[in-house]
């Protein structure tokens, strides 16, 4: 299939397979998890486990068919790629599709840069109160520009350790937690579930809002699809993707799940401790200085989010431009092999939005803060759709080629895209989703209008055409 050095044109291979696990596990472990959840908590009651459970299950999917693509089509870009591969038999559809694609994840990242940027300060403002929120905005963006500037392994390291803490306060949470609930703790009185069931009930608002709590919690697992981009910068692609994709989907549900299970226990659902839930929940062990150490948690969550966005948007940006689909002066490869002028690019649109932050929160950030959701959705929804195509394909001509693979297809392919659809379909029911809805929608309408404006530009000729990936003549020239 596509070989990833020269896919990557010219891409460093500095990522090693620690930092591929830690990359796609503290991808999903974000500052929704340890913030937002309350939210869904809030609204479902003790039943927002299964609206996580949900919609976990469905990034699973998505996650154990973004594995099966990149290890028989590894390359940059992965599946920006995919996308145009899966339409090569109808070239107008391929070029539209990858367009749309690359462009959307894109800007889903670009937006999480700065909402992270923005976040950061005021997170660290709680310690820091009399400086500005912009400067620290500023200066966190500047920081971790100039890590993703110096090379790929310099943002494989601090990507690993900041996962790493990640991963670590979820599992040191999942174990006290644990043993708390289950009154293993000196004075405790049996189990500590009567929150599951008092207060009006394990679903005290019905089941409506649990399948609204479960298109809420979308956005917080987005971010595990970053492993399959990064994969294109390691020595064994196949086998790094393989194990981190892996990881993901063994640990995801646990880290998600299980530990919303447990914060459902200690807070009760309708107090207005839930806003905070994790802090909340350690205060209620009595765990001193619950908010000085959820603090810094959620801190690094927030800067792993901040690395991953400038990661992510600027090796997706700089696949772009290998098909004619963004200026290839962004191509420009620095000695080390990191793609400078895509990380600036991606660096300058998030000044811009950090200052629309500040001048317009209500106007112009808070389109883009609404937006982004939406369109993530549409790019896992366009994953899905290429996988099934793509599978047929491999089956057909390069079944060797499948070294991993997706899990009763095409059942759970065609239930994984009907999940989806159905989410963003709920969200035109749902009062507080239908603004994220439409401007997602309107967002994708530019990128359809920019991508016929460029159409147009150049004489209804695409910048780039080749043939489709013929498998059975790849089988050919590797052997």
């Known amino acids: 299939m596509h070989n990833p050095q020269t896919a990557a044109s010219g891409l460093s291979t500095g990522l090693k397979e620690r930092h591929m696990t830690m990359i796609a596990l503290g991808g999903v472990i974000g500052a929704g998890l340890f913030i937002g959840s309350g939210v869904v908590i809030k609204q479902a009651g003790p039943a927002a486990v299964i609206s996580f459970l949900i919609t976990g299950l469905l990034v699973v999917l998505v996650m154990r068919m973004l594995g099966e693509l990149a290890c028989a089509m590894p390359g940059g870009g992965s599946f920006y790629e995919y996308s145009r591969e899966a339409f090569s038999d109808r070239p107008g559809l391929s070029r539209l599709a990858g367009f749309l694609t690359g462009w959307m994840y894109w800007y889903f990242w670009v937006i999480v840069v700065a909402l992270e940027a923005v976040a950061g300060a005021d997170l660290l403002r709680y ?12 200066v966190l963006l500047v920081m971790l520009t100039l890590t993703n500037l110096v090379s790929v392994k310099s943002f494989g390291e601090f990507e690993f350790w900041f996962s790493s803490i990640k991963v670590a306060a979820i599992v040191v949470f999942l174990f006290v937690a644990g043993v708390h609930v289950l009154g293993w703790t000196p004075g405790a009185h049996g189990l500590q579930i009567a929150n599951l069931t008092q207060h009006g009930g394990f679903a005290p608002n019905g089941w409506v809002p649990v399948l609204t709590g479960a298109v809420a919690a979308t956005g917080f697992y987005f971010g595990a699809e970053i492993v399959t981009i990064a994969a294109a910068e390691t020595a064994e692609p196949q086998k790094a993707v393989a194990k981190a994709t892996n990881s993901v989907i063994t640990r995801v549900l646990v880290f998600y799940v299980g530990s919303i299970l447990l914060v459902a226990c200690l807070v009760p659902w309708n107090s207005k401790e839930i806003a905070t839930p994790y802090v909340s929940a350690l205060n209620a062990m009595g765990v001193p200085a619950a908010a000085q150490i959820m603090n810094a948690i959620v801190l690094t969550a927030v800067l792993s989010a901040l690395n991953s966005g400038l990661y992510a948007s600027s090796r997706m940006l700089f696949a772009l431009t290998k098909r004619g689909d963004a200026p290839k002066a962004l191509a420009k490869v620095s000695k080390n092999g990191v793609p400078v002028r895509a990380i600036l690019f991606a660096t300058l649109f998030g000044y811009g939005a950090i ?32 996988q099934l195509r793509l599978r047929k394909r491999l089956e057909r001509e390069a079944p060797h080629l499948l070294k991993v693979r997706m899990w009763c297809f095409p059942y759970l392919t065609w239930l994984a895209i009907a999940g989806m659809t159905a989410i963003v379909v709920a969200m035109g029911f749902i009062p507080e989703q239908r603004t994220p809805l439409a401007l997602g929608v309107v967002s994708l309408g530019i990128l359809l209008i920019a991508y016929f404006i460029r159409h147009l530009v150049n004489g209804g000729k695409a910048p780039e055409e080749r043939e489709p990936t013929n498998f059975k003549r790849v089988k050919l020239k590797k052997t």
């Open 127 to 138: 310690w820091l109160p009399d400086v500005p929120g912009w400067i620290i905005s500023l």
């Open 355 to 386: 200052v629309m932050s500040y001048v317009s929160p209500d106007t112009v950030f808070a389109f883009l803060v609404n937006s982004y959701g939406t369109v993530a959705i549409f790019v896992y929804i366009l994953i899905a759709i290429s």
